[in-house]
């Protein structure tokens, strides 16, 4: 059973950093592109960014220049630099990965069960 844990939750300060990681365990055939999303109270689930299997990244303009996204050399792994931290990243984390299984043609969603993040003073 695929199962996605993420791990590193807090409070920081504005201005403050944090790091997240995600990493897959189980049995399956590859990884695809992995990604971090947000949900703030009260707003829908937003992605933050995302690396493909081959490393190209994405990021939300909000997040540009302020958070890195990178992928671990088992590449089972994903990390999440996040600087500069604002009030407004306050938000649960969720890592998601498309993942194909043994046999499979198509890769299905998988989804970490979130990391409390909260930026205050």
């Known amino acids: 059973q695929v199962q996605l844990v993420e791990f590193g939750v807090g409070l920081v300060q504005p201005g403050g950093s944090l790091r997240l990681s995600c990493e897959v365990s189980?049995?399956?055939?590859?990884?695809?592109?992995m990604g971090w999303y947000r949900q703030a109270p009260g707003k829908q689930r937003e992605l933050v960014t995302s690396?493909?299997?081959?490393?190209?990244?994405n990021y939300a303009d909000s997040v540009k220049g302020r958070f890195t996204i990178s992928r671990g050399n088992a590449k089972n792994t994903i990390y999440l630099q996040m600087n500069s931290l604002k009030p407004e990243d306050t938000a649960v984390y969720y890592c998601?990965?498309?993942?194909?299984?043994?046999?499979?043609?198509?890769?299905?969603?998988?989804w970490g069960t979130g990391t409390l993040v909260t930026v205050s003073s």
């Open positions: 690396i493909t299997s081959s490393g190209s990244t």
């Open positions: 189980g049995s399956y055939f590859s990884i695809n592109t």
């Open positions: 998601n990965a498309d993942i194909t299984g043994w046999g499979k043609l198509r890769g299905m969603e998988y």
